[in-house]
């Protein structure tokens, strides 16, 4: 039998796309055809296809590129299949046994946040985080807390204009600029939080489940009642330990399967 061949510009476009997705910044084309030894001819004319399909960004100030928001949704249907949406509703069950409180799991699609699998606690109200619910990223805790730990051009790029955020609750950001300042804030301190920003009544915490090279692979959060944790600091530190721990072993797991 004769070994399959795969085309050799099929091969480098699947190697710039893998090349892309391991940097923490956008890249020129010089520095692709330099690392990949692929002729800078050839990388732009790859680079202009994935461009032209979204899944790779040209960031005109700087001459760069990064990746698209369909790269994200390929990895977000990924996520959506069986390992990520598996491992994680065990996971969420144990967690909401121990702590009491609803605990949901969720990825960026695009600019918007999908919940893939949530775990309602006991005696407590009715969520919007169902499986398949979609929000906009930037008004979720969720979203922030996977944005957080994407490139900024990549940020830059899903919020190309001024006025490119939907309008959202008291507390959303309205701006990319703020969008911005806020995912700074949230990777400086390891999690995202929202308070009735979808939910009155109900305030969220939530991290994002890391991958290899420290890739958000998804988020997961815990909603509470602020009538039953009024002091947010006190929840907080209580809620924070073990949600930390479980989406740590969700990152492990999806590892030891890849």
Known sequence: MTPHRTPRNTANILRILTFLSEQQDAVAAQTISQRLGIPRS?????????AEYGYAVPLSISHRYSLGTRAFELSSAYSRQKPLTRLG???LRTLVDRIGEAAHLAVLQGTDVVYLAEERAP?????????GVRLPAAQTASGRALMAWLPR???RAM???ANALPDGAEGSPKTP???LRMLGETAERGYATEIEEVTPGLASVVVPVLGRDSWPIAAMGITFELERHPDLDAALDWLLPPLR????????RLGAQA
């Open 42 to 50: 050839t990388v732009y004319e790859l680079l202009g296809t994935l």
């Open 89 to 91: 509703q065990a996971l």
């Open 123 to 131: 005696h407590r109200p009715l969520l919007i985080t169902e499986s």
């Open 153 to 155: 051009a990549q940020i």
């Open 159 to 161: 919020y190309p204009h």
């Open 177 to 179: 600029a703020e969008l």
């Open 245 to 252: 721990r479980f989406a740590a072993e969700l990152g492990r």
